[in-house]
Protein backbone atom coordinates (compact mmCIF):
# COMPACT_ATOMS: atom_id res chain seq x y z
CA UNK A 1 0.00 0.00 0.00
CA UNK A 2 2.63 2.26 0.89
CA UNK A 3 4.39 1.24 -2.18
CA UNK A 4 1.39 2.18 -4.58
CA UNK A 5 1.26 5.63 -2.79
CA UNK A 6 4.47 6.48 -3.15
CA UNK A 7 4.71 5.67 -6.46
CA UNK A 8 1.71 7.53 -7.58
CA UNK A 9 3.40 10.69 -5.36
CA UNK A 10 6.33 10.12 -7.52
CA UNK A 11 4.22 10.16 -10.82
CA UNK A 12 2.38 13.58 -9.98
CA UNK A 13 5.47 15.29 -9.12
CA UNK A 14 7.31 14.43 -12.58
CA UNK A 15 4.24 15.30 -14.45
CA UNK A 16 3.55 18.45 -12.91
CA UNK A 17 7.26 18.94 -13.18
CA UNK A 18 6.73 18.34 -16.81
CA UNK A 19 3.52 20.74 -16.76
CA UNK A 20 5.79 23.39 -15.43
CA UNK A 21 8.38 22.88 -18.40
CA UNK A 22 5.52 23.06 -21.15
CA UNK A 23 4.88 26.56 -19.46
CA UNK A 24 7.89 28.01 -19.32
CA UNK A 25 8.28 26.66 -23.17
CA UNK A 26 5.14 29.12 -23.49
CA UNK A 27 6.75 31.88 -21.75
CA UNK A 28 9.39 31.95 -24.10
CA UNK A 29 7.50 32.45 -26.47
CA UNK A 30 5.07 35.20 -25.68
CA UNK A 31 7.75 36.94 -23.22
CA UNK A 32 5.29 37.80 -20.02
CA UNK A 33 6.49 40.66 -17.47
CA UNK A 34 9.85 38.60 -16.02
CA UNK A 35 8.76 40.41 -12.48
CA UNK A 36 5.66 39.03 -12.66
CA UNK A 37 5.49 36.85 -9.40
CA UNK A 38 3.79 33.52 -11.52
CA UNK A 39 6.57 33.79 -13.79
CA UNK A 40 9.82 34.18 -11.50
CA UNK A 41 7.69 31.14 -9.55
CA UNK A 42 8.13 28.84 -12.49
CA UNK A 43 11.41 30.75 -13.61
CA UNK A 44 12.38 29.57 -10.37
CA UNK A 45 11.58 25.85 -10.53
CA UNK A 46 12.16 24.94 -13.63
CA UNK A 47 15.54 26.86 -14.47
CA UNK A 48 17.90 24.52 -12.18
CA UNK A 49 16.20 21.56 -14.16
CA UNK A 50 16.87 23.29 -17.86
CA UNK A 51 20.47 25.35 -17.42
CA UNK A 52 22.65 22.07 -16.50
CA UNK A 53 21.16 20.80 -19.65
CA UNK A 54 21.67 23.54 -21.94
CA UNK A 55 25.58 23.24 -22.19
CA UNK A 56 24.61 19.92 -24.07
CA UNK A 57 21.27 20.47 -25.98
CA UNK A 58 21.40 23.97 -28.03
CA UNK A 59 21.82 23.31 -31.26
CA UNK A 60 22.26 27.00 -33.45
CA UNK A 61 19.28 28.96 -32.19
CA UNK A 62 17.44 26.20 -31.38
CA UNK A 63 17.37 25.24 -27.47
CA UNK A 64 16.01 21.68 -27.03
CA UNK A 65 16.82 21.75 -23.02
CA UNK A 66 13.32 21.68 -22.39
CA UNK A 67 12.91 18.32 -24.86
CA UNK A 68 15.96 16.69 -23.00
CA UNK A 69 14.34 17.11 -19.35
CA UNK A 70 11.07 15.76 -20.11
CA UNK A 71 13.01 13.02 -21.98
CA UNK A 72 15.22 12.25 -18.99
CA UNK A 73 12.51 12.41 -16.65
CA UNK A 74 10.28 10.37 -18.57
CA UNK A 75 12.68 7.24 -19.73
CA UNK A 76 14.95 7.46 -16.82
CA UNK A 77 14.41 9.16 -13.36
CA UNK A 78 11.10 7.89 -13.00
CA UNK A 79 11.41 4.36 -13.84
CA UNK A 80 14.73 4.62 -11.74
CA UNK A 81 12.37 6.14 -8.93
CA UNK A 82 9.83 3.61 -8.98
CA UNK A 83 12.68 0.65 -9.19
CA UNK A 84 14.12 2.46 -5.67
CA UNK A 85 10.68 2.56 -4.12
CA UNK A 86 10.34 -0.97 -5.38
CA UNK A 87 13.41 -1.95 -3.78
CA UNK A 88 12.54 -0.18 -0.22
CA UNK A 89 9.34 -1.80 -0.05
Known sequence: MVQYILIQAGYFLFEFV??????NIVFSWIRPNPSNVIVKTIYGL???ILMPLRRFT???????????????MQFILFPLYKMVISLIF
Open 18 to 23: TFLIFI
Open 46 to 48: TEP
Open 58 to 72: IIGPLDLSAFAAILL
